[in-house]
């Protein structure tokens, strides 16, 4: 298992943006896919986005896609998740995981989780 740490959340204007990051650490970040979910109150946690270990597959929440951007950079053991044109929907708290199995947006398929970091869209 890797240990991931979120950081980037923060309270922004509907329309604006922020930059997520997660510093994995362990040796093979590079062998595994990533993925972002997030959890807003008394909902369950759902999927935005994963990538896959080699950054050349994505995959997206239709409610995210075009919105939202996720990248990794393996020399630096870190994934990221640019979100633009943020929306009062998006607040939540995001967590960023990972998993050694397929790319997936399922989150029962993640064997390793970060603490999460608040995001607050104001309307």
């Known amino acids: 298992q890797v240990q991931l740490v979120e950081s980037g959340g923060g309270l922004v204007q509907a329309g604006g943006s922020l930059r997520l990051s997660c510093a994995a650490s362990?040796?093979?970040?590079?062998?595994?896919?990533m993925g972002w979910f997030r959890q807003a109150p008394g909902k369950e946690r759902e999927f935005v986005a994963a990538?896959?270990?080699?950054?050349?597959?994505?995959y997206y929440a239709n409610s995210v896609k075009g919105r939202f951007t996720i990248s990794r950079d393996n020399a630096k053991n870190t994934v990221y998740l640019q979100m633009n044109s943020l929306k009062p929907e998006d607040t939540a708290v995001y967590y960023c995981?990972?998993?050694?199995?397929?790319?997936?947006?399922?989150?029962?398929?993640?064997?390793?989780w970060g603490q999460g970091t608040q995001v607050t869209v104001s309307s």
């Open positions: 990538i896959r270990w080699s950054g050349g597959s994505t």
């Open positions: 995981a990972a998993t050694k199995k397929y790319l997936s947006s399922d989150s029962r398929m993640y064997d390793s």
């Open positions: 362990g040796r093979t970040f590079s062998s595994y896919a």
